[in-house]
């Protein structure tokens, strides 16, 4: 038994020998508020510095509840860190108004909220770039109507240069299409309840959570 | 001491019967309080109308008009080396070279050189004085230690001077007048000490002092030829001949007599035209140009400490209105970097009916720049990676490009009428002032509103939205606002559809009891 595991480790160092789970030990993630949720996610919690996709068919399912929590430690003055400046979330062409009065029941700083309400989506698209490229945002909300291979790279890079959090709201038919984003999420909902699945995770596993929120 | 009697007796010669050599006992005595020292800096450009009309080392001349001849001025190296001489006639100019361009002199196009090139040197003190068309005056002897003294300071105007296409002749001297004469002698001079004036003037030829010819004649007819023989002639007898403004001029260059100048001021308000030699509709050449323009603004803004918070861009078309581009920013702002940002971003959208022929930049308000002390940022995300810009840029940078209604903070208000409860509040206004409303924790609010509320079909007696909606909390009266004309009686009631959506629906308290849909629950 004892020379078995020896020569499985001796297998292990082999550097031709790629882990799925060797990645989520570099980054830590950012806490979900959902302990489930963070269990099932690399890092445990929301990857950051990336872009996340989740795919919704209709509003108002918990896609908003599901983030609040993370938007909410994201924006708050964090009084530990003394010289530290909470960072803005932008929200780029949401379909409805976010409602001031419940984003600040679930604790948003809503001094730091920007709303930006582009014309076209080639103009959206730029606003989500630069606010995810600036440095300023911890996190950039967007709609796109539609967002092609290219576009999530290019918004995937924006985030990893801005350190920011780029979270892209997409219907379920984009499930088919390739993307860059580090994390894709879809969330059914029926009469019964809400489900969650995982169909993307650089660095960990598809998965399907039931009953979440 | 027999030496040393005779030196005096010598001394005591001299002054009663020159002009400089010593200066009149009287005034010594005069002198108690502590003389603030000058140093003036001359510029002298000799080849200025050839310059001022545009860079461009090919053969050509300005000429100018000396009774019915056009004649040649000034010629460049390339016309010069070809044969061309000034003075002569621009027909001989072109029988010699054929190729050559001839320009009329422009008085304007130099003067506007000269105000240029002030507006350049105001970096380096306030004092610019004009002193003739061709000669610019610059008192540096505060500038001095900042500019890392007197070689460093010369050698940096010197530089810009040559790198904006100017040869200039250079001297430094305490008084205006002498530095000016140095100047137009040819002389690299730099003269720190009254003391060293008269020296250094005396080999200089009667040709720099720009006195009247009749006078010159006349004194090298007596065989006068420099200062220093000038000033071997008796006072009251040059001023009796050649008039006493001549003999005050002398003693003002040697620093005698008091020589105040007038400083020269430069306009409040930026504006500068970009002129080109032909239309050009290359969009990358027009933003070069544009940026040449805004770094001439900055260097406007930066001697005058100031920020500008709106710049006005105009391209000027040979036909038809000119075409204008407004940029503004949140805060006063001077740094080209910033400005030409915003531009580009502009740039990109601007049409123009037809090619360009000038540019026009007109600096707007200007505001004096608030110099801000940063926060010292151990921590936290900004420290760690290099922030690319801040909040203030990124707001500005996307009310250029998407529009200054599109782009907003939000606040919330207090009031319980839903609809009102919030505001959307611009980035751009200044501090955001946030209402610390708290909705109480009981009551349920939809993270989702919509614009109005949307009435609802109803099925047997149930709401409709994608399916009969079951009603799972509610209801919330809210019946507020009877003092204006927005009343509202209202049941709010969360629901949820079949595919799982979690509504906020209400239903009017008048007769009339439709339902409508408020919001979601995202």
Same mark, same amino acid.
């Given at each position: ?213 | ?39 003036w800096f001359c510029i ?74 002030s507006?350049?040197l105001?970096?380096?003190t306030?004092v610019v004085c004009f002193a003739g068309?061709?000669v610019l005056l610059v008192e ?12 460093? !300071? ?22 205006p007048?002498?530095a000016t ?78 020589d105040p100048r007038t400083s020269w001021r ?160 611009? !980035? ?14 009981? !009551? ?79």
């Amino acid at each position: 038994m004892r020379r078995d595991s020896s020569s499985l480790d001796k297998l292990l160092e082999n550097p031709r020998v790629w882990r799925g789970h060797s990645q989520a030990h570099a980054a830590p993630g950012l806490t979900s508020g959902y302990e489930v949720l963070d269990r099932h996610l690399p890092g445990g919690g929301w990857p950051q510095s990336s872009l996340t996709e989740i795919l919704v068919e209709h509003y108002g399912i918990g896609e908003l509840r599901l983030l609040m929590p993370a938007l909410a430690e994201l924006s708050a003055e964090d009084s530990s860190q003394e010289y530290s400046e909470p960072g803005w979330i932008a929200w780029v062409a949401p379909p409805f108004q976010p409602y001031p009065p419940a984003l600040q029941q679930w604790g948003i700083n809503l001094s730091r909220m920007l709303i930006v309400r582009p014309k076209n989506d080639s103009e959206m698209l730029w606003s989500a770039e630069q606010a995810l490229s600036s440095g300023t945002c911890a996190a950039v909300l967007l709609w796109p109507d539609v967002l092609d291979d290219q576009a999530s790279r290019r918004l995937q890079l924006a985030a990893e240069k801005g350190n920011s959090w780029g979270i892209a709201f997409r219907p379920p038919a984009a499930r088919t299409e390739p993307s860059a984003a580090a994390l894709r999420i879809e969330l059914q909902s029926s009469g019964e309840g809400t489900r969650l699945h995982i169909l993307k995770s650089r660095g960990g596993r598809p998965a399907v959570l039931h009953d979440l929120l | 001491m027999a030496a040393a009697r005779h030196h005096r007796s010598s001394q005591g010669l001299t002054s009663q019967h020159s002009l400089a050599l010593e200066e009149p006992r009287a005034e010594r005595q005069a002198v108690t309080a502590p003389v603030l020292k000058r140093l003036w800096f001359c510029i002298y450009l000799p080849h200025l109308p050839l310059e001022a009309s545009g860079p461009g080392d090919e053969a050509r001349v300005v000429v100018a008009e000396q009774q019915g001849i056009h004649r040649v001025l000034l010629a460049s190296a390339k016309a010069e080396s070809a044969g061309i001489l000034p003075g002569q006639s621009a027909n001989a100019a072109l029988a010699l070279l054929p190729m050559l361009r001839v320009e009329p002199r422009s008085e304007i196009a130099e003067q506007q050189a000269l105000e240029n090139l002030s507006c350049w040197l105001e970096q380096f003190t306030s004092v610019v004085c004009f002193a003739g068309p061709d000669v610019l005056l610059v008192e540096i002897a505060g500038s001095l230690r900042l500019y890392g003294g007197l070689l460093s !300071l010369r050698q940096q105007i010197a530089a810009g001077l040559e790198q904006q296409g100017f040869s200039a002749s250079l001297a430094i001297a305490p008084t205006p007048l002498a530095a000016t004469w140095l100047a137009k002698g040819g002389r690299r001079a730099c003269i720190r000490e009254p003391v060293n004036l008269a020296a250094a003037l005396r080999t200089l030829s009667l040709a720099c002092l720009d006195w009247p010819d009749t006078v010159c004649e006349s004194l090298i007819g007596m065989g006068v030829r420099n200062i220093g023989d000038c000033l071997r002639l008796p006072r009251e007898g040059f001023a009796r001949r050649f008039g006493p403004q001549r003999l005050i001029e002398l003693d003002r260059a040697l620093g005698r007599l008091p020589d105040p100048r007038t400083s020269w001021r430069a306009p409040e308000r930026f504006c500068r035209d970009y002129e080109m030699t032909e239309e050009q509709s290359d969009r990358e050449l027009l933003l070069a140009i544009c940026r040449e323009l805004l770094l001439s603004l900055e260097r406007f803004l930066l001697t005058r400490q100031l920020g500008a918070q709106s710049v006005l861009f105009s391209f000027f078309h040979l036909h038809g209105p000119a075409t204008q581009l407004r940029l503004g920013c949140a805060e006063a702002e001077r740094l080209t970097d910033r400005w030409f940002d915003l531009l580009r971003i502009r740039f990109e959208k601007l049409t123009l009916p037809e090619s360009v022929i000038s540019v026009r930049l007109r600096g707007g308000r200007t505001q004096a720049l608030r110099p801000e002390s940063g926060r010292l940022r151990f921590q936290g995300r900004t420290a760690a990676q290099g922030l690319r810009f801040s909040m203030t840029q990124l707001a500005e940078r996307l009310v250029a490009r998407v529009g200054n209604q599109s782009v907003a903070g939000v606040t919330t208000f207090a009031e319980h009428r839903p609809q009102l409860a919030w505001r959307p509040q611009g !980035l751009l206004s200044g501090k955001t002032g946030n209402a610390a409303l708290i909705v109480r924790r009981g !009551l349920q609010r939809p993270l989702w509103m919509l614009p109005e509320p949307a009435l609802l079909r109803v099925d047997e007696g149930y709401p409709l939205h994608q399916g009969r909606l079951r009603i799972l909390e509610g209801p919330e009266r809210l019946e507020t606002g009877w003092w204006d004309e927005d009343g509202i009686a209202r049941d709010y009631y969360m629901a949820v559809n079949p595919h799982g959506m979690c509504l906020w629906v209400f239903r009017n308290r008048s007769r009339t009891a439709s339902w409508y849909l408020h919001g979601f629950f995202g």
